[in-house]
């Protein structure tokens, strides 16, 4: 490999993008300084918004949680009634995805608290239980 750089060997499109590319930027650099403010603006409505889709996210998993606790407690009960015939393995699966579900808004609550700030709650507390 050579150290030699020859300006001969570059390509003149290449030449005009990146001259076209440091003169843009040249000229809007003025505008980029501005726009800085409009992305803060930008993350704290993100921050705001994202309240909300925990609280959605929460209670839908606390709703989805219970449903398939009970599911796989039917499953679970059907297996034993018909020993043999059936395994408990489908309830018991059911019955672990709900409590991870369940378990859900607790971690998007913390996770939550350490990206956006300790004013976040979560919980049963959310939901006024």
Known sequence: MSGNFDLMTVSPVKLTVT???MAGIWLFA???AQAAIA???IGQNVAENAKGVAKGITMTGYA???GMGVWGG???YKATKNQGQASHAGGLLKIL???GLLA???VLGSGSATLFGS?????LGELGL
């Open 19 to 21: 001259a076209l590319c």
């Open 30 to 32: 003025s505008e980029i």
């Open 39 to 41: 992305f803060g603006e």
């Open 64 to 66: 989805t949680g219970a």
């Open 74 to 76: 039917v499953e679970m």
């Open 97 to 99: 995805i709900g409590g």
């Open 104 to 106: 859900l808004g607790e």
């Open 119 to 123: 004013d976040q709650t979560s919980g």
